[in-house]
């Protein structure tokens, strides 16, 4: 019902930001729970950042709380990951995901972006 396409990964030294992006196709952007996941090598599928249908509610994983913000504008399709003070340890593959009941779960989510590699250098 949806496809994603995310995008703005790069290398970034640490303490540098960067501003993922998420694009969706079709008119139903606004009915899904928006979320953000990385997966670093080897290491399983970990959850970063989810945003409600608004835009009014977000929840942060622990490690990226007050460094991150997740952000939407529904008129756009489209679902940002503003990183700030990145760390060596957020070197990852970033996924954003869309579901109906989207939680910090992976399971929740329906649809998938092809994902984004962030490399932090220290």
């Known amino acids: 019902q949806v496809q994603l396409v995310d995008s703005g990964g790069g290398l970034v030294q640490a303490g540098g930001s960067l501003r993922l992006s998420c694009a969706a196709s079709?008119?139903?952007?606004?009915?899904?729970?928006m979320g953000w996941f990385r997966q670093a090598p080897g290491k399983e599928r970990e959850f970063v950042a989810r945003i409600n249908r608004s835009g009014g509610s977000t929840y942060y994983a622990d490690s990226v709380k007050g460094r991150f913000t997740i952000s939407r504008e529904n008129a756009k399709n489209t679902v940002y990951l503003q990183m700030n003070s990145l760390k060596f340890e957020d070197t990852a593959v970033y996924y954003c995901?869309?579901?109906?009941?989207?939680?910090?779960?992976?399971?929740?989510?329906?649809?998938w972006g092809q994902g984004t590699q962030v490399t932090v250098s220290s």
């Open positions: 079709g008119r139903t952007f606004s009915s899904y729970v």
């Open positions: 995901a869309a579901g109906i009941y989207g939680t910090r779960l992976a399971s929740s989510y329906s649809y």
